[in-house]
């Protein structure tokens, strides 16, 4: 199933990379290593992830080295990456994001 990632998503994903490498150089590249097999795993099977949002029909992706998630809605067209939210900080500022 294709996949991809809204604006605010990607901006999020660069933002996150760049900070983390920043704290250490190679750790922005492992966070990124974690996002590729996290979006390969939603890609493959996305309606076995968790709903978060039943109303929405999001669902999340948690990352196991670093404290994210993906979080996304799965269409009939394809996966589409909402937000990469940090775990611990500002839950669920993501719901006001629009859906494809």
Same mark, same amino acid.
């Given at each position: 199933?294709?996949?991809?990632?809204?604006?605010?998503?990607?901006?999020?994903?660069?933002?996150?990379?760049?900070?983390?490498?920043?704290?250490?150089?190679?750790?922005?590249?492992?966070?990124?290593?974690?996002?590729?097999?996290? #979006?390969? @795993?939603? $890609?493959?099977?996305? *309606?076995?992830?968790?709903?978060?949002?039943? +109303? &929405?029909?999001?669902?999340?992706?948690?990352?196991?080295?670093?404290?994210?998630?993906?979080?996304?809605?799965?269409?009939?067209?394809?996966?589409? #990456?909402? @937000?990469? $939210?940090?775990?611990? *900080?500002?839950?669920?500022?993501?719901?006001? +994001? &629009?859906?494809?």
């Amino acid at each position: 199933m294709s996949l991809r990632f809204n604006a605010d998503a990607s901006a999020e994903l660069d933002a996150t990379a760049l900070w983390y490498e920043h704290e250490q150089v190679g750790l922005g590249a492992a966070f990124l290593d974690e996002i590729s097999l996290a #979006v390969v @795993a939603v $890609a493959e099977a996305p *309606r076995t992830w968790p709903v978060v949002s039943k +109303r &929405r029909h999001i669902r999340r992706c948690l990352l196991t080295r670093f404290p994210f998630a993906l979080l996304f809605v799965a269409l009939p067209e394809g996966v589409v #990456v909402l @937000a990469i $939210a940090h775990t611990k *900080r500002r839950p669920f500022y993501w719901r006001a +994001r &629009r859906l494809p």
